[in-house]
């Protein structure tokens, strides 16, 4: 994946990183990401609109975030707006973090069940 901003070529590789998954940290970003990757082809913003539910506005402040990073990328058809991921990757990326989600949902349900396990405590109640 190229540098994710101009001006990054000077900068450490993991200040690049970091950059890139500050522009991943809001919902509505990932939620962008999903529809684009479910896609697997150019859409429009008024089908990621209807996915994700957000103002017109704030939708393209999300997608200029995406774009100046390098995440997604854009290409006008008349007066549509196309977007796409900009790397196939982006797919794995996700894919690794809801897995990543997940596994530790189920960590945390099984500490839970050990807890429930205990025994009871006595004492004053």
């Not at 997604?72 to 707006?81: F, L, M, P, S």
């Amino acid at each position: 994946m190229p540098s994710t901003s101009p001006g990054d070529t000077d900068r450490p590789l993991y200040e690049i990183k970091a950059n890139l998954f500050k522009a991943l940290a809001h919902p509505a970003r990932i939620r962008v990401l999903e529809i684009l990757s479910a896609n697997a082809r150019p859409t429009t913003v008024s089908e990621i609109l209807a996915g994700t539910e957000i103002e017109p506005t704030l939708l393209s402040q999300h997608l200029a975030v995406l774009k100046r990073h390098q995440v997604v990328q854009a290409q006008r058809v008349g007066n549509a707006v196309y977007y796409e991921l900009a790397h196939p990757s982006i797919s794995n990326l996700l894919v690794i973090a809801r897995t990543f989600l997940a596994d530790t949902l189920k960590a945390q349900q099984q500490q839970l069940e050990a807890f429930d396990a205990l025994p009871p405590v006595g004492g004053p109640q």
